[in-house]
Nanobody, 114 residues
Framework: QVQLVESGGGLVQAGGSVRLSCAAS???????MRWYRQAPGNQRELVAA???????NYVDSVKGRFTISRDNAKNTVYLQMDSLKPEDTAVYYC?????????WGQGTQVTVSS
């Protein structure tokens, strides 16, 4: 069992930056770590993922603007979000995946004002 706690969300102006953190209650080195987001009325969307060996993937809409990283020693995953746009407004969720098991955080709100 892994508990995930996100932090770092808030209100930011368009063009600004925010860094989200996801702290895990245990070791994450074997997990694929992912960030999802969900805007009102929309389905939850996979934004970025990082494998246990550091391979990253991004949804096209955030490529070049968002960076996912992990610090296994601190059991923490980050999402650096730059050049934010109003359409990035959503609740951002951290997810840990190993085999068929996955765990979710409670989410953190990011609101980008125009």
């Amino acid at each position: 069992q892994v508990q995930l706690v996100e932090s770092g969300g808030g209100l930011v102006q368009a063009g600004g930056s925010v860094r989200l953190s996801c702290a895990a209650s245990g070791s994450i080195f074997r997990f694929i770590m992912r960030w999802y987001r969900q805007a009102p009325g929309n389905q939850r969307e996979l934004v970025a993922a990082i494998s246990n060996i550091g391979v990253t993937n991004y949804v096209d809409s955030v490529k070049g603007r968002f960076t996912i990283s992990r610090d296994n020693a601190k059991n923490t995953v980050y999402l650096q979000m730059d050049s934010l746009k109003p359409e990035d407004t959503a609740v951002y969720y951290c997810n840990a995946l190993i085999l068929s098991y996955q765990y979710w955080g409670q989410g953190t709100q990011v609101t980008v004002s125009s």
